[in-house]
């Protein structure tokens, strides 16, 4: 019975406030094929005595890989002979489904129903068969023993990038992933959310063991991401948003520098020239400081290396100096304001003096403007007319009052959208093909011409 995406975009949401830090399912765990289960034709509410199954159709909840075993102990490779084992071993052998159904009087398929939430069972006969697991100790179908007969987990990973945290702090990101829940849902699937690897390199075990039918890298992963090389030497579907640029990836792209330009040129067109930047986070060795050397020459995550080249297309002069960028540690508010007040003050933290510093920062996401723009303020600067500021994204800011952020607006719903539907289409055995996005410059309150 397929999720409905409804369901599955609500725990996206309930997910926020249970985030811990480490891998989490997103959406209501997959509802697969029941064991056991009978085809009614979608007859109404299922009652009634047990109905009898050939005995090589019959699977029940203890079916479990066995290891192999020295001759005499059994045969490993019958369910029976797991059961054997376990009376041989002196334990008490497990409940099955088969011995709920007995119990409450019905079929083994409707009591794998009644398990599942079927509507067609009615509640009082799901009240006996509950009742009768609880008697028994029985604690549910074995959701591994399905996934092997269905030979799909109905489980899509989502690698973030970051701490999960992130993932339901940045308002980008959290309708994307609302957008791919629902895609996902209505394969009857569920996402798996998966954090950097840099933050967590035991991650590393969970690309590599997990039941996966597809990965989406949701966050502009890097092209040398070590998860990406075990994924793909699993021959696990891979879908990206913003990269990797690997071959085996599929893309679902946007044109960063293009847009990055974009905005670059506004402001050149109002007269800035001395302009600051504050950068998403470079590569998966992440740090806070100011951003050259090797570190600069070297291309890091795709989004940010694109977003300064574009600025640098129009903004850095031929044989100028690279302009002054601090590279942020992830993307919050906080690291917004610690980056301004590298740009606008001076090692003791005092402001610069007007021709020290820059009139301008274009800042890569809208979170880090926001935070730029509070510090601006604190340090008791007007936006705009003593410094202009940008953004990236198009997301709601409502910490910024009545001003509207100068911004590139991406849509994010159709990120989502787009890599669900290239999972449904490599899952379904074809080929998605590349998807660009576009993107809109959005001209708002806090650009203005530099002071005189």
């Known amino acids: 019975m397929p999720l409905r995406a409804k369901t599955t975009k609500t725990a ?64 490993a490779g019958s369910v029976d002979g797991a059961g054997a084992a376990e009376r041989g071993s002196g334990r008490r052998a497990r409940p099955t489904l088969k011995q709920v159904a007995a119990r ?3 079929s083994t398929s409707t009591a794998s129903l009644a398990f599942s939430g079927d509507a067609r069972v009615v509640p009082g006969t799901r009240e006996r068969v509950l009742a009768a697991a609880a008697e028994l100790g029985y604690a549910g179908p074995d959701p591994l023993a399905r996934s092997l007969r269905r030979g799909r987990s109905r489980v899509v990973g989502v690698v973030v990038g970051d701490r999960l945290g992130y993932a339901f702090a940045d308002p980008l990101a959290v309708v994307q992933l609302d957008a791919l829940a629902d895609e996902v849902g209505a394969l009857g699937a569920g996402l798996l959310l998966i954090g950097g690897v840099e933050d967590d390199p035991s991650r590393l075990a969970v690309v590599e063991q997990a039941p996966l039918d597809a990965v989406v890298f949701a966050t502009c992963g890097g092209d040398d991401d070590p998860a990406l090389d075990l994924l793909l030497r699993r021959r696990v579907p891979v879908v990206g948003v913003e990269g990797p640029y690997r071959d085996g990836v599929h893309l679902v792209d946007l044109d960063n520098r293009g847009a990055a330009r974009q905005v670059a040129q506004h402001l050149a067109g109002l007269g800035h020239a001395a302009v600051g930047v504050v950068a998403l986070p470079w590569g998966p060795h992440r740090r806070r400081g100011w951003l050259e050397g090797a570190r600069r ?15 640098e297309d129009v903004l850095r002069g031929e044989d100028a100096p690279a302009l002054r960028t601090w590279e942020t540690a992830t993307n919050s508010r906080e690291e917004g304001e610690a980056a301004a007040r590298a740009l606008l003050c001076d090692g003791a933290g005092a402001l610069l003096p007007a021709p020290r510093r820059p009139t301008a920062v274009v800042a890569q996401s809208d979170l880090l403007a926001v935070g730029v723009v509070q510090a601006a303020r604190a340090l008791g600067l007007r936006v705009p007319q003593e410094l202009s500021v940008t ?32 999972v449904a289409t490599l899952l379904a055995g074809g080929v998605p093909q590349p998807v660009h996005l576009p993107v809109e410059l959005v001209v708002g309150t806090t650009s203005a011409s530099p002071p005189r």
């Open 104 to 106: 409450a009087g019905v």
């Open 297 to 311: 020459s070297t291309r890091g995550y795709n989004d940010a290396w694109e977003r300064l080249a574009g600025t």
């Open 391 to 422: 953004g990236y994204d198009g997301v709601e800011t409502p910490w910024l009052g009545e001003d509207r952020l100068t911004t590139v607006r991406q849509p994010a719903a159709d990120r989502g959208r787009e890599a669900g539907r290239m």
């Open 12 to 75: 996206v949401r309930a997910a926020r406030t249970c985030c811990d830090g480490a891998l989490r399912r997103v959406g209501p765990a997959p509802t697969p094929a029941a064991e056991g289960v009978v085809d009614t034709g979608g007859a109404p509410a299922l009652e009634g005595p047990a109905q009898s199954r050939p005995a090589h159709d019959r699977i029940d909840s203890t079916t479990r890989l066995a290891p192999v075993r020295e001759a005499g102990q059994g045969d």
